[in-house]
């Protein structure tokens, strides 16, 4: 199975911050492989911050920006032709259904699969394969499309919870652990509910799965290009906290009455009178181009 070495971080150097203190940002290495029933179908994962349905001055909001922008987005393991639909029917039971695009560019149900649930959610699950048309493949081979996207065994946990599988896994260096999550700052109604999970990938070999918890008669349409959840790195040290001291309060709140002096003076109005400052966006960018001069 290819590995990809994949880099989290350009460049590596050493600078001193806002407050003085010296930081050394380093490059970290994440190796990516593939959905192990479909290996090489999929987008591979991508860096986005800003979001389609968010109103346009949030192009504004630089914080919002990098909240959005945190980690990478993934994507199923699906060709541009094929889509995929998930629906919970309640009291145990999961639609699946598999199209493909006709000539004419319309989606074409293949066949779909109806899995029943044990009573209570615990032991065997109950799976009918349903063929729109004249069979293309087995019914063996129609669940094996299925498992590709789905986690069977990972349904219904809790009551609702579909686990769809990703185009792409994650290695992680040591002492490092990846969160999977749903994305950050999809704000459009109805909005599916997911367990975020945190997995020590260094170790692990996990394969990517983001578990949505649907309510009866919601479902999930999926395409090549629709992201299904979004990734981040964290370390796995412990974080100990404390707190600051006068001198370091002073400090603080100097250099926040020294940047929102600054904020204001570089205040902007856009064309349709949002008033906003660039003065966070321009600091950042500073910043950046300082560590690049001295890595």
């Known amino acids: 199975m290819p590995i990809a070495l994949w880099r989290a971080l350009p460049t590596s150097s050493s600078r001193t911050g806002a407050r003085g203190t010296s930081r050394t940002i380093a490059v970290m290495d994440v190796r990516t492989y593939p959905n192990s029933r479909r290996p090489g179908v999929g987008l591979p994962p991508r860096h986005e911050s800003s979001r389609p349905m968010l109103p346009q001055h949030a192009r504004h909001c630089p914080v919002l920006e990098a909240g959005s922008g945190l980690g990478f987005m993934v994507y199923p393991p699906l060709e541009v032709k094929e889509s995929v639909y998930v629906e919970h029917e309640g009291d145990g039971r999961y639609k699946f259904i598999y199209y493909l695009k006709a000539q004419n560019g319309k989606p074409t149900p293949i066949f779909q699969v109806m899995m029943s649930l044990s009573v209570g959610g615990v032991g065997m699950m109950k799976e009918e394969v349903t063929f729109v048309g004249a069979p293309m493949l087995s019914r063996e081979s129609a669940l094996g499309v299925m498992r590709a996207f789905l986690v069977p065994e990972d349904m219904g946990t809790p009551a609702g919870a579909i686990a769809l599988r990703a185009a792409t896994n994650f290695s992680t260096p040591a ?69 600051c001291t006068a001198e370091e309060i002073k400090t603080i709140e100097a250099a926040r009455d020294e940047f929102n002096q600054q904020k204001a003076s570089a205040a902007q109005q856009t064309p349709y009178g949002l008033t906003y400052s660039p003065h966070y966006l321009r600091q950042t960018r500073a910043q950046r181009d300082e560590k690049r001069e001295g890595g």
């Open 175 to 243: 002492g490092w652990d990846t969160v999977y999550t749903s994305i950050f700052n999809m704000i459009e109604r109805p909005v599916a509910p997911m367990l975020a999970v945190r997995i020590e990938t260094d170790w692990y070999s996990h394969e990517t799965e983001f578990r949505y918890v649907l309510q009866p008669g919601e479902g999930l349409t999926l395409e090549q290009s629709m992201p299904i959840g979004q990734v981040f790195f964290v370390p796995r040290e412990p974080v100990q906290l404390r707190a």
